[in-house]
């Protein structure tokens, strides 16, 4: 290592005598190793810094490490290196220090390079101190003056004109002249040094922005003999600095103000005491726009939206863009019905077509209102107008809602909801309850449908309608639809084994949009299949049709996988989408589960029945099995069968039952059955 290294690495003894020399020594100072060793470091080092040898011999006698040494060196050849040296001590093998090592890299070339650099920056100061500076001289006695070309060109000086401390005051912005009386009331005074940024008006009239450096010179009685005023003309600085500032205040787009801009109106009304009102303005369904016409077309529709937002308000209020697809408007002193007024007209004003690239092009938006409260800050009341425009689009869009504290505390517990989700897994505080599917001719259970619960340490049982909705939302559905796949075929597979006469039972489970355009998703189905052992065709999976028309580009080669697989796919809640026949053909579904909302007045209105009739009817066409879900009453159970329906679950009978009750319940379940014989048709309870 010390040969290769590209270092000269020294080593001497107690009396200086050099005892070692690498390659890296060869090559940097030219004598051979032969030649080196035994040598003094005379024969290469020049005379160094008074006392400089003994105070790095004292460090190292006392076992210390010397870094960082400079040193300049004379190579064999005569010339002379820069060096950068550490030497360290070396101790014999009785553990005594038997020497030192010096490790020394030639740094010539970086010390030429930092020299160079040094000058440079130093002609660089020059050129930027002659750059566009003047200077003016003034007589604290005579109030004689003098100044420079440079000068004279910068405040619009015709040739031989003069100047005087008066004219220099006249030609100042009128903003600025009290600041300048200011400044040489001090230097009068005393005060030796003064600093000035100041506008002045040319004769031509232009504006020049200047930068003025004032120096006092005083006389033998301590008092101000002469100012030296150094000024450089900082217009192009100033002017770029003024864009760059609008530029932070305001849209590129359309030119309104921004997000910052608006929080200070805001900010300012509040301070004077003014009751503001804010409204958030969101176009509905804006990437449909995008979409259709790029996003050249969707910028100039917000362009023309914002000069309709800007004609729709009062003289005064001001109207900016959030961000987006998102317009604020700042109103000071509105009550609510104003605002409600306002928030009509706008809607109204935007519903007229905008005419871009040829095209009539409609659009709706959401408005979000909020009032300021005697407690509100500027985000505060951004923050409720926003929260308030969710809810208008939530509601459909195109509408006006105002802001209510209530709305904060219903967000801010839907955020605690979604944490806290997060978790649930991990935390184990889900667990399925399971609800029999009834053989209407044998009254025995065919299979049980998976129904998921949260236990929730704090809140208790959280109905899956409040929290399914924000698994779908974020996304969190598919690691919790995974575990509730798993869960459920283990569970009825274990029930097959264990209890007699459940061999045969079907597992049915609720599987999202989500999941099912998941291209890993037949994966997932598969290793849970392989996990729990159970026969693929005892699996059910089962997806609304609301998903299945929200989702028009199923994976079809999900579908054939899922179908190689032998699991079956059934159509939940059917009858409350647009299902269309050749759309089931298609998905290869199995099932159809007639929702509980056709099945509540069988039995009480005549025409209830028409539906689940066509349905059933359709369904024996398509050779597809029928559920009715939601069965409550004899009244309906006699009705179903009536019409030919021979699969239901519902209350009449069970409610869901937990995982650990469900042996029992099939136990008793069949025994009862024997025991009644078959002709029995009293409902399981």
């Given at each position: 290592?010390?040969?290769?290294?590209?270092?000269?690495?020294?080593?001497?003894?107690?009396?200086?005598?050099?005892?070692?020399?690498?390659?890296?020594?060869?090559?940097?100072?030219?004598?051979?190793?032969?030649?080196?060793?035994?040598?003094?470091?005379?024969?290469?080092?020049?005379?160094?810094?008074?006392?400089?040898?003994?105070?790095?011999?004292?460090?190292?006698?006392?076992?210390?490490?010397?870094?960082g040494?400079?040193?300049?060196?004379?190579?064999?050849?005569?010339?002379?290196?820069?060096?950068?040296?550490?030497?360290?001590?070396?101790?014999?093998?009785?553990?005594?220090?038997?020497g030192?090592?010096?490790?020394?890299?030639?740094?010539?070339?970086?010390?030429?390079?930092?020299?160079?650099?040094?000058?440079?920056?130093?002609?660089?100061?020059?050129?930027?101190?002659?750059?566009?500076?003047?200077?003016?001289?003034?007589?604290?006695?005579?109030?004689?003056?003098?100044?420079?070309?440079?000068?004279a060109?910068?405040?619009?000086l015709g040739?031989?004109?003069?100047?005087?401390?008066?004219?220099?005051?006249?030609?100042?912005?009128?903003?600025?002249?009290?600041?300048?009386?200011?400044?040489?009331?001090?230097?009068?005074?005393?005060?030796?040094?003064?600093?000035?940024?100041?506008?002045?008006?040319?004769?031509?009239?232009?504006?020049?922005?200047?930068?003025?450096?004032i120096?006092?010179?005083?006389?033998?009685?301590?008092?101000?003999?002469?100012?030296?005023?150094?000024?450089?003309?900082?217009?192009?600085?100033?002017?770029?600095?003024?864009?760059?500032?609008?530029?932070?205040?305001?849209?590129?787009?359309?030119?309104?103000?921004?997000?910052?801009r608006?929080t200070?109106?805001?900010?300012?009304?509040?301070?004077h005491?003014?009751?503001?009102?804010?409204m958030?303005?969101?176009?509905?369904?804006?990437?449909?726009?995008?979409?259709?016409?790029?996003?050249?077309?969707?910028?100039r529709?917000?362009m023309?939206?914002?000069?309709?937002?800007?004609?729709?308000?009062?003289?005064?209020?001001?109207?900016?863009?959030?961000?987006?697809?998102?317009?604020?408007i700042?109103?000071?002193?509105?009550?609510?019905?104003?605002a409600?007024?306002?928030?009509?007209?706008?809607?109204?004003?935007?519903?007229?077509?905008?005419?871009?690239?040829?095209?009539?092009?409609?659009?709706?938006?959401?408005?979000?209102?909020?009032?300021?409260?005697?407690?509100d800050?500027?985000?505060?009341?951004?923050?409720?107008?926003?929260?308030?425009?969710?809810?208008?689009?939530?509601a459909?869009?195109?509408?006006?809602?105002?802001?209510?504290?209530?709305?904060?505390?219903?967000?801010?517990?839907?955020?605690d909801?979604?944490?806290?989700?997060?978790?649930?897994?991990?935390?184990?505080?889900?667990?399925?309850?399971?609800?029999?599917?009834?053989?209407?001719?044998?009254?025995?259970?065919?299979?049980?449908?998976?129904?998921?619960?949260?236990?929730?340490?704090?809140?208790?049982?959280?109905?899956?309608?409040?929290?399914?909705?924000?698994?779908?939302e974020?996304?969190?559905?598919?690691?919790?639809?995974?575990?509730?796949?798993?869960?459920?075929?283990?569970?009825?597979?274990?029930?097959?084994?264990?209890?007699?006469?459940?061999?045969?039972?079907?597992?049915?489970?609720?599987?999202?949009?989500?999941?099912?355009?998941?291209?890993?998703?037949?994966?997932?189905?598969?290793?849970a299949?392989?996990?729990?052992?159970?026969?693929?065709?005892a699996?059910?999976?089962?997806?609304?049709?609301?998903?299945?028309?929200?989702?028009p580009?199923?994976?079809?080669?999900?579908?054939?996988?899922?179908?190689?697989?032998?699991?079956?796919?059934?159509i939940?809640?059917?009858?409350?989408?647009?299902?269309?026949?050749?759309?089931?053909?298609?998905?290869?579904?199995?099932?159809?589960?007639?929702?509980?909302?056709?099945?509540?007045?069988?039995?009480?209105?005549?025409?209830?029945?028409?539906?689940?009739?066509?349905?059933?009817?359709?369904?024996?066409?398509?050779?597809?099995?029928?559920?009715?879900?939601?069965?409550?009453?004899?009244?309906?159970?006699?009705?179903?069968?009536?019409?030919?329906?021979?699969?239901?679950?519902?209350?009449?009978?069970?409610k869901?039952?937990?995982?650990?009750?469900?042996?029992?319940?099939?136990?008793?379940?069949?025994?009862?059955?024997?025991?009644?014989?078959?002709?029995?048709?009293?409902?399981?309870?």
């Amino acid at each position: 290592m010390v040969e290769s290294s590209g270092d000269a690495i020294i080593g001497a003894d107690m009396d200086g005598k050099i005892t070692s020399w690498n390659a890296g020594a060869v090559r940097m100072l030219g004598w051979s190793a032969a030649e080196a060793i035994g040598r003094n470091p005379d024969l290469f080092t020049t005379s160094p810094p008074e006392d400089a040898n003994e105070r790095v011999a004292e460090r190292i006698r006392s076992g210390a490490f010397v870094p960082g040494l400079e040193a300049r060196w004379r190579p064999k050849d005569g010339s002379f290196i820069d060096v950068e040296l550490t030497v360290s001590p070396v101790y014999g093998q009785d553990g005594k220090l038997a020497g030192a090592s010096g490790i020394a890299r030639d740094i010539t070339e970086i010390k030429r390079l930092r020299s160079e650099a040094a000058a440079e920056r130093r002609r660089l100061l020059a050129a930027q101190e002659m750059a566009h500076v003047g200077s003016l001289e003034y007589s604290a006695t005579t109030e004689a003056t003098w100044h420079s070309e440079e000068f004279a060109r910068i405040v619009g000086l015709g040739a031989g004109e003069s100047l005087s401390w008066e004219w220099m005051l006249e030609r100042t912005h009128p903003e600025d002249r009290d600041r300048v009386r200011q400044v040489w009331r001090s230097l009068y005074a005393g005060s030796g040094f003064e600093d000035i940024e100041y506008r002045l008006i040319r004769l031509d009239g232009g504006q020049r922005w200047l930068h003025s450096r004032i120096r006092s010179v005083d006389g033998p009685d301590g008092k101000p003999l002469q100012f030296l005023d150094t000024v450089l003309d900082n217009t192009e600085h100033k002017n770029a600095e003024q864009v760059l500032e609008w530029q932070a205040r305001h849209d590129a787009l359309t030119g309104l103000p921004n997000r910052y801009r608006i929080t200070e109106v805001l900010q300012g009304f509040l301070d004077h005491s003014s009751r503001p009102a804010v409204m958030f303005v969101d176009i509905d369904r804006f990437k449909l726009v995008n979409d259709g016409m790029g996003h050249s077309g969707g910028d100039r529709i917000l362009m023309l939206l914002s000069e309709r937002l800007t004609n729709a308000v009062r003289p005064g209020d001001t109207v900016g863009r959030f961000g987006g697809d998102e317009f604020i408007i700042v109103c000071e002193n509105m009550g609510m019905w104003a605002a409600k007024v306002l928030a009509g007209r706008i809607r109204a004003c935007i519903r007229a077509p905008f005419e871009v690239e040829e095209r009539q092009i409609f659009l709706n938006v959401s408005v979000g209102i909020a009032l300021a409260g005697p407690e509100d800050t500027a985000e505060s009341i951004l923050g409720g107008a926003d929260t308030a425009m969710y809810r208008a689009k939530s509601a459909g869009g195109d509408a006006s809602v105002v802001y209510h504290s209530r709305m904060t505390r219903r967000a801010s517990g839907r955020l605690d909801l979604e944490s806290d989700l997060r978790l649930a897994l991990d935390r184990e505080e889900m667990c399925l309850h399971y609800q029999p599917i009834i053989d209407l001719t044998t009254e025995t259970p065919l299979g049980f449908e998976a129904l998921l619960r949260w236990n929730h340490p704090d809140h208790g049982v959280i109905p899956p309608e409040t929290f399914i909705p924000v698994a779908e939302e974020t996304g969190l559905i598919v690691p919790i639809g995974a575990w509730v796949l798993q869960e459920t075929l283990r569970q009825i597979q274990q029930w097959r084994d264990q209890v007699e006469g459940a061999e045969e039972l079907a597992a049915a489970v609720n599987i999202s949009g989500r999941q099912l355009v998941a291209k890993d998703f037949p994966d997932i189905v598969e290793a849970a299949i392989l996990a729990s052992g159970i026969d693929p065709a005892a699996v059910h999976l089962e997806v609304t049709e609301t998903v299945l028309m929200d989702e028009p580009d199923l994976p079809r080669e999900t579908l054939q996988r899922l179908s190689r697989l032998r699991v079956g796919l059934s159509i939940d809640d059917f009858g409350t989408g647009y299902s269309s026949l050749s759309y089931l053909k298609w998905l290869s579904a199995r099932t159809l589960k007639i929702d509980r909302i056709f099945i509540q007045e069988l039995g009480d209105d005549p025409h209830s029945g028409t539906v689940i009739e066509l349905v059933v009817g359709m369904a024996k066409s398509l050779k597809l099995d029928v559920i009715a879900e939601g069965v409550e009453t004899l009244a309906q159970l006699n009705e179903l069968r009536r019409m030919g329906v021979t699969r239901a679950q519902g209350y009449l009978w069970s409610k869901p039952i937990p995982s650990e009750l469900v042996p029992a319940w099939l136990s008793g379940t069949y025994a009862s059955r024997r025991n009644s014989g078959d002709d029995a048709r009293v409902p399981i309870q």
